[in-house]
């Protein structure tokens, strides 16, 4: 079992930056894969960008270039760094923690993102 804590989210202009933390708790952080999905209003959840236990790294065509996972396993933490921010990346933002060795998926509580000028 781990537990997720997102933080980070809010409103930004075009154009703009924020960075998202996800601290976990409870369990060995380095035997997850962890990931950011994101679900705006009408939409279906969308996978956002992955990172593995191993540090490789996979994102959505549409945040190529400006977004950046990267994961701190001394502090337990995942952070997704978004750049270029469009008012099309407005969405609840949700931290993923899948097990690598069960493949059992975890989830934060999201946090609001919010692009508009």
């Known amino acids: 079992q781990v537990q997720l804590v997102e933080s980070g989210g809010g409103l930004v202009q075009p154009g703009g930056s924020l960075r998202l933390s996800c601290a976990a708790s409870g369990s060995i952080f380095s035997n997850y894969a962890m990931g950011w999905y994101r679900q705006a209003p009408g939409k279906q959840r969308e996978l956002v960008a992955i990172i593995t236990s191993g540090g490789s790294t996979n994102y959505v065509d549409s945040v190529k270039g400006r977004f950046t996972i990267s994961r701190d396993n001394a502090k337990n933490t995942v952070y997704l760094q978004m750049n270029g921010l469009k008012p099309e990346d407005t969405a609840v933002y949700y931290c993923?923690?899948?097990?690598?060795?069960?493949?059992?998926?975890?989830w934060g509580q999201g946090t609001q993102v919010t692009v508009s000028s």
């Open positions: 993923n923690a899948r097990n690598i060795f069960t493949q059992f998926n975890f």
